[in-house]
């Protein structure tokens, strides 16, 4: 089956995962808030000590720029099935920063997606995007809103995470277009500052134009990777590798696994633990071991190896 993701403008993206084997992902960052509507399955979220997973016709709303340990769990019978929706809305969001981005409001939670009502609203929304000649985009944008307000009605955020620092800034403004031809000058002046201050300012928060450019075009191709069945080489060449096998390289040194045990191929596993490493992401810089890769049976995690 052909899988692809679907994009309208003005009203959203929508893409379907299947995976039928366990797979977990170290701090991802979603480059928009991403509702998910776990069709089988079970998916968790997980930022320090907090947790959250959500199960069949649940659905969780996970806010753009905050970053989440993420797992992906089948169920004994059938593969993990998803259905992933992006609206372009979202992006409307109070620029204020909260006192404590982990406060509960900016944390998913799972909501029930039984509701006939709610589970139309879903349909619809997913429809107008698969089919954009069946309806208006005035009409498509109304059934995305609807969506929305049926999260924000039970508890879930839909709006994108505030940004709490320069390198969320510049994040925030790489990930609306990652595949731009972005220049550091270019985005030195959307902030409102020198390049020579830029520089300054990412390197005192640990990182640079670079890396943040990098973290944020991997994590285009992780969804690419989970959520497509475009060749793996493609994808490479289009975030800028030339050699797959590098590419490969730096993904498993980012996630944890190959790209192929992300599409849950897991062709060949070896047990051995994810070298230390440090992972710079937008307001967090996390050091130490991250364990990531195909989970077992007994629900212990086994790390890929190149």
């Excluded at 406060?103 to 939670?109: D, E, F, K, T």
């Excluded at 109304?142 to 969506?147: I, K, S």
């Excluded at 277009?177 to 300054?200: F, K, T, Y």
């Excluded at 005192?204 to 969804?223: I, W």
């Amino acid at each position: 089956m052909k899988r692809t993701i679907k994009t309208l403008a003005s009203v959203g993206s929508t893409a379907r995962i299947m995976l039928r084997r366990p797979i977990a992902l170290p701090q991802v960052i979603f480059s928009r808030t991403t509702i998910i509507i776990v069709r089988r399955g079970v998916v968790e979220l997980a930022r320090g000590g907090w947790r959250c997973s959500a199960s069949d016709n649940q659905v969780i709303a996970a806010p753009a720029g905050m970053a989440f340990d993420i797992t992906y769990r089948p169920s004994a019978e059938t593969p993990f099935v998803a259905d992933w929706l992006l609206p372009c809305l979202a992006e409307d969001q109070d620029d204020t920063p909260p006192e404590d981005m982990a406060m509960p409001q900016w944390l998913p939670r799972p909501i029930d997606a039984r509701k006939s009502q709610f589970r139309q609203s879903l349909a619809c929304a997913i429809k107008s995007i698969k089919e954009p000649k069946e309806l208006p985009d005035v009409i498509a944008i109304q059934h995305m809103r609807e969506v929305m307000l049926w999260i924000d009605r039970n508890g879930g955020c839909v709006r994108a995470a505030p940004a709490t620092s320069e390198s969320s800034r510049i994040w925030n403004i790489l990930a609306a277009d990652p595949m731009r031809d972005w220049r550091p000058s270019e985005v030195a002046d959307r902030v409102g500052m020198s390049l020579s201050c830029l520089r300054i300012r990412l390197f005192e928060e640990g990182t640079s134009f670079v890396r943040l450019l990098h973290e944020v075009r991997m994590g285009h191709a992780l969804s690419e990777i989970v959520a497509t069945n475009r060749p793996i080489y493609t994808i490479a060449r289009e975030i800028g590798y030339r050699c797959t096998a590098q590419f490969s390289a730096r993904f498993y040194e980012r996630y944890g696994l190959r790209p192929g045990d992300a599409r849950g191929h897991n062709r060949s596993v070896r047990s051995r633990l994810v070298s230390s490493r440090r992972i710079i992401v937008p307001a967090l810089v996390l050091s130490g071991t991250h364990q990531a890769g195909v989970i077992g049976g007994d629900g212990s995690l086994t790390p890929t190896r190149m």
